[in-house]
């Protein structure tokens, strides 16, 4: 079983930046995928970023040249780095791990709590 945890949200002013980091814990074998996705009251949950085990990052639209996602892979955490934040990235944000169980073994994904982040004046 894999521990996924956020942390890292809370309330900035629009043009802020933020820092989010996600850990996974538990029985670790290998760790591939990893990603943020957010989720705005009343809308779906969508992909915001993601960095796949061969280093490869893709970022959605809205998020591009202003949000960088990162990895250390020592500390199997993730972080999101978002900066010139606008009122419309409020949402829930959320960690999503795939977890590759055992060598050729089944990959799971793991969802972390969610941490809130708040772009306001």
């Known amino acids: 079983q894999v521990q996924v945890v956020e942390s890292g949200g809370g309330l900035v002013q629009p043009g802020g930046s933020l820092r989010l980091s996600c850990v996974a814990s538990g029985r670790i074998f290998r760790l591939t995928a990893m990603g943020w996705y957010r989720q705005a009251p009343g809308k779906q949950r969508e992909l915001v970023a993601v960095?796949?085990?061969?280093?490869?990052?893709d970022y959605a639209d809205s998020v591009k040249g202003r949000f960088t996602i990162s990895r250390d892979n020592a500390k199997n955490t993730l972080y999101l780095q978002m900066n010139s934040l606008k009122s419309e990235d409020t949402a829930v944000y959320y960690c999503?791990?795939?977890?590759?169980?055992?060598?050729?073994?089944?990959?799971?994904?793991?969802w972390g709590q969610g941490t809130q982040v708040t772009v306001s004046s």
């Open positions: 960095d796949t085990s061969g280093g490869k990052t």
């Open positions: 999503m791990v795939d977890h590759q169980s055992s060598l050729g073994g089944t990959t799971w994904t793991y």
